[in-house]
């Protein structure tokens, strides 16, 4: 792996990055940026960027 975000950190590239996602609101536009995690081989809050994507489907990072 070649590193790590924290969801506060997700959160921060959202609000950088706000204008050139494609994601419609926040919650997509946090799975765009751990779904890109995923092809760089950066862990999320540690975990595998699959299983964060899944979290967020579940509602657990609705603060994003």
């Known amino acids: ?4 975000l924290t969801m506060e950190q997700v959160k921060k590239i959202v609000e950088m990055k706000k204008d050139s996602l494609l994601g419609a609101g926040n919650k997509n536009m946090a799975k765009e940026i751990v779904g890109t995690c995923v092809s ?3 862990t999320v809050e540690g975990k595998e960027p699959k299983e964060v994507l899944k ?5 657990k990072h609705d603060e994003v």
């Open 1 to 4: 792996k070649t590193g790590n």
């Open 40 to 42: 760089m081989g950066v």
């Open 55 to 59: 979290e967020i489907n579940e509602g």
